[in-house]
């Protein structure tokens, strides 16, 4: 199979996944995003010098706390929050967000089964690099290598250096196309550290990384600049699918509770 076609496979893919969440969240209660996960507002304290320390802690501590950690049980959403009102990471909180995300267990295995299916065609084996458990490994190590150069540098190392927040914020409020809008939009929009809006180039920056990196490791077929921007492309589109995903998800999971 070749990059084209595993691109193709991943769109339709997407396509299908954005059909589904619609389909879900047009039979759940619009009202119901309106008030869920809404923390409750704390008292405002004036810091002192021995109190600075502790009070980042707690920041990222309370970013944590209003993370879902996962959506649909299964994929991490370490840097997805519910916070209402903005408080910024530290550069050790940034730096766990990512980690948390990268080498959670159940993402390393959605990794793994990504790799064992979608990767998979009968002509070239698993990603181009054959058949076997041989060629599995390849690919699931490219796999992992794709998600971790364009997160490390996407969502700590840019954002660190440019002072720019990784997270997701979930708006929560407003008619589906409000909401589907703002979370295709973060994909290229983002608070700085100081809490205003602007221009996401720390993550955009992360998924150039990661689409020119691969070409070190990759089939020989499946380099140059052309798959490279199409790696770029599918990045980009999978961080929507997964922005609407995080926006709709308490929705989602109310309503299949109420199924269930």
């Given at each position: 199979m070749t990059q084209s076609s595993r691109f193709e496979q991943r769109i339709c893919l997407i396509e299908a996944s954005c059909l589904v969440l619609l389909g879900i969240y047009l039979l759940s209660?619009?009202?119901?995003?309106?008030?869920?996960?809404?923390?409750?507002?704390?008292?405002t304290r004036t810091p002192t010098p021995s109190l600075v320390q502790t009070q980042k802690e707690q920041r990222n501590s309370d970013a944590q706390?209003?993370?879902?950690?996962?959506?649909?049980?299964?994929?991490?959403?370490?840097?997805?929050?519910?916070?209402?009102?903005?408080?910024?990471?530290?550069?050790?909180?940034?730096?766990?967000?990512?980690f948390g995300g990268t080498y959670d267990p159940r993402g390393l295995g959605l990794y793994a089964f990504e790799s064992a299916t979608l990767e998979h065609s009968s002509a070239d084996?698993?990603?181009?690099?054959?058949?076997?458990w041989g060629g599995y490994g390849k690919c699931f190590g490219a796999?992992?290598?794709?998600?971790?150069?364009?997160?490390?540098?996407?969502?700590?190392?840019f954002p660190v250096i440019l002072h720019q927040d990784p997270r997701y914020f979930r708006l929560g409020e407003g008619s589906l196309g409000k909401r589907l809008f703002y979370a295709i939009s973060r994909v290229f929009v983002t608070h700085s550290d100081t809490g205003h809006w602007v221009f996401y180039s720390s993550a955009l920056a992360g998924?150039?990384?990661?689409?020119?990196?691969?070409?070190?490791y990759y089939p020989k077929h499946?380099?140059?600049?052309?798959?490279?921007v199409s790696r770029a492309g599918l990045d980009l589109a999978n961080t929507a699918l997964f922005n609407?995903?995080?926006?709709?998800?308490?929705?989602?999971?109310?309503?299949?509770g109420q199924v269930f």
């Open positions: 209660p619009c009202a119901f995003a309106q008030s869920l996960l809404l923390p409750t507002a704390q008292p706390s209003n993370s879902p950690k996962h959506i649909f049980w299964l994929v991490p959403a370490f840097n997805v929050t519910y916070q209402t009102k903005f408080e910024p990471l530290t550069p050790r909180g940034k730096f766990n967000e990512w084996g698993f990603c181009g690099y054959g058949k076997g796999t992992e290598l794709d998600a971790n150069i364009s997160s490390f540098s996407g969502d700590f190392l998924t150039a990384v990661g689409a020119a990196a691969s070409n070190l499946d380099r140059g600049f052309s798959n490279s609407a995903a995080a926006e709709f998800w308490p929705d989602i999971r109310h309503k299949l």
